[in-house]
């Protein structure tokens, strides 16, 4: 049989992840380092671990609404008014996703019509092209670059709306660069949406991890944009949960049904056990003042610096990250391009690291590297890396 004939050409189409491939070669080395896998190397507190726990003990083993359980629907509303000053009703306009990417895939398939065009910042996650592609849409890159601090503008976004626009991807703080967004840049894109009917998917996963005094702020916050926004988050980088799959989206209620339909004939509800994770994460957090956020984040940042200062003195320019847990270097200066420069650093060093292009074309001349791994293995991973740089600039 010939499956290239019957399957969706759109799926079949779609290349595979550029970040798993390094990865699966990493699986099979021994004393291999990976700074690829944007995931902490913190295990979940035990506290929210024991909740899910808890629940299977007193059988709470049921789905739930579609919308997720109105306890941490609540919750989610108490801590997006209080850490970002944006308010929504748990009733209607909140729902519970199976991680941040299901939202991602339920705002998509909500607005994209075949033919209609989103806004996709570059270098970003890999995940929006895809999407966009899946929901029948044109993903529209734009190119940003470290001469402006990887930062999205008004004019790069009014430099390619069309006609056909209908949605623009807010990837910040953003993975790979690490870059964020501050008021005064939101301020400015806002402004070029005037007059417009784009819809904003602000992915906010990172928005606890910002550095250097800095505060994150939701584009839902900004003057006039809450009715446009639809806000994006989850529990997997801010409380070290990955792998529990809990996320969830808000927006204005007409938007938010929408996704809500979507989601009750696909997955119909998250976990049970891991809302009840959920719901301790936030309960506790709000108690303690997110102690366990804040050592992560301080963490975060001592490494932060270790690999910034690292890659600046081997020559190889690094724009400071303010958020996230990545850096993305520039390694131009070697001559070889992003794929090249992983390939023979993985072979000949065993550092497993992404290449820029993984996430756009722009990306091209720079290397992702995630520092959510521990010093000890980061401090190794540079001097392998600082051995390989010398050895191929003295070759």
């Given at each position: 049989?010939?499956?290239?004939?019957i399957?969706?050409?759109?799926?079949r189409?779609?290349?595979p992840?550029?970040i798993?491939k390094f990865?699966?070669?990493?699986?099979?080395?021994k004393?291999?380092i990976s700074?690829g896998?944007?995931e902490?190397?913190?295990?979940t507190?035990w506290?929210?671990?024991?909740?899910?726990?808890?629940?299977i003990?007193?059988?709470?083993?049921?789905?739930t609404?579609?919308?997720?359980?109105?306890e941490?629907r609540?919750?989610?509303?108490?801590y997006?008014?209080?850490?970002?000053?944006v308010s929504y009703?748990?009733a209607d306009?909140?729902?519970v996703?199976?991680g941040a990417?299901?939202?991602?895939?339920?705002?998509?398939r909500a607005l994209v019509e075949?033919g209609?065009?989103?806004?996709?910042?570059e270098?970003?996650y890999?995940?929006?092209?895809p999407?966009?592609?899946l929901?029948?849409g044109?993903?529209?890159?734009?190119?940003?670059?470290?001469?402006?601090?990887?930062?999205?503008?008004?004019d790069?976004?009014?430099?390619?709306?069309t006609?056909r626009?209908?949605?623009?991807?807010?990837p910040y703080?953003?993975?790979?660069?690490?870059?964020?967004?501050?008021?005064?840049?939101?301020l400015d894109?806002?402004?070029?949406?005037?007059?417009t009917?784009?819809?904003?998917?602000?992915?906010e996963?990172?928005?606890?991890?910002?550095y250097g005094?800095r505060?994150h702020?939701?584009f839902?916050s900004?003057p006039?944009m809450?009715?446009?926004?639809?806000t994006?988050?989850g529990?997997s980088?801010?409380?070290?949960?990955?792998?529990?799959r809990?996320?969830?989206?808000c927006?204005?209620?007409p938007?938010?049904?929408l996704?809500?339909?979507?989601?009750?004939?696909?997955a119909l509800c998250?976990?049970?056990?891991g809302?009840?994770a959920?719901?301790?994460?936030l309960?506790?957090?709000r108690?303690?003042h997110?102690a366990?956020?804040v050592?992560?984040?301080?963490?975060?940042?001592?490494?932060?610096r270790?690999?910034?200062d690292a890659f600046?003195r081997?020559?190889?320019?690094?724009?400071e990250p303010l958020?996230?847990?990545?850096?993305f270097?520039?390694i131009?200066?070697t001559?070889?391009?992003?794929?090249e420069?992983c390939e023979?650093?993985?072979?000949?060093?065993?550092?497993?690291?992404?290449?820029?292009?993984a996430f756009?074309?722009?990306?091209?001349?720079?290397i992702?590297?995630?520092?959510?791994?521990?010093?000890?293995?980061?401090?190794e991973a540079?001097?392998?890396?600082?051995?390989?740089?010398?050895?191929?600039?003295?070759?």
């Amino acid at each position: 049989m010939n499956y290239d004939q019957i399957v969706n050409r759109t799926v079949r189409d779609i290349p595979p992840s550029g970040i798993r491939k390094f990865f699966d070669i990493v699986s099979t080395m021994k004393d291999a380092i990976s700074l690829g896998v944007g995931e902490p190397d913190f295990v979940t507190p035990w506290n929210i671990c024991e909740s899910a726990i808890y629940s299977i003990e007193q059988g709470q083993t049921h789905y739930t609404s579609n919308w997720g359980t109105i306890e941490l629907r609540r919750e989610i509303a108490a801590y997006l008014e209080e850490r970002c000053g944006v308010s929504y009703n748990p009733a209607d306009e909140i729902l519970v996703t199976v991680g941040a990417s299901e939202g991602i895939d339920l705002a998509l398939r909500a607005l994209v019509e075949p033919g209609d065009e989103v806004l996709v910042p570059e270098p970003s996650y890999v995940s929006y092209a895809p999407c966009v592609r899946l929901a029948g849409g044109v993903a529209v890159g734009v190119p940003t670059d470290a001469s402006l601090g990887f930062r999205l503008t008004g004019d790069l976004i009014r430099s390619r709306l069309t006609p056909r626009t209908k949605a623009l991807i807010l990837p910040y703080p953003n993975n790979p660069t690490g870059a964020i967004l501050e008021r005064e840049d939101l301020l400015d894109l806002a402004r070029a949406l005037e007059g417009t009917n784009v819809i904003v998917l602000s992915d906010e996963i990172y928005s606890e991890l910002t550095y250097g005094g800095r505060t994150h702020v939701s584009f839902a916050s900004i003057p006039g944009m809450f009715e446009r926004t639809i806000t994006l988050n989850g529990f997997s980088k801010a409380f070290a949960m990955t792998g529990w799959r809990m996320g969830y989206a808000c927006a204005p209620a007409p938007l938010a049904k929408l996704l809500c339909k979507i989601h009750q004939f696909t997955a119909l509800c998250a976990p049970v056990q891991g809302q009840a994770a959920a719901l301790e994460a936030l309960r506790s957090g709000r108690e303690n003042h997110y102690a366990s956020v804040v050592h992560m984040r301080e963490v975060y940042d001592r490494r932060r610096r270790i690999l910034v200062d690292a890659f600046n003195r081997m020559g190889l320019p690094c724009f400071e990250p303010l958020g996230a847990f990545y850096v993305f270097p520039s390694i131009a200066s070697t001559g070889m391009t992003s794929d090249e420069f992983c390939e023979r650093l993985l072979r000949e060093q065993k550092v497993a690291a992404v290449p820029g292009t993984a996430f756009g074309p722009s990306g091209e001349g720079h290397i992702r590297c995630s520092y959510a791994t521990s010093t000890e293995k980061i401090e190794e991973a540079v001097r392998r890396i600082e051995v390989f740089v010398r050895a191929h600039r003295e070759g």
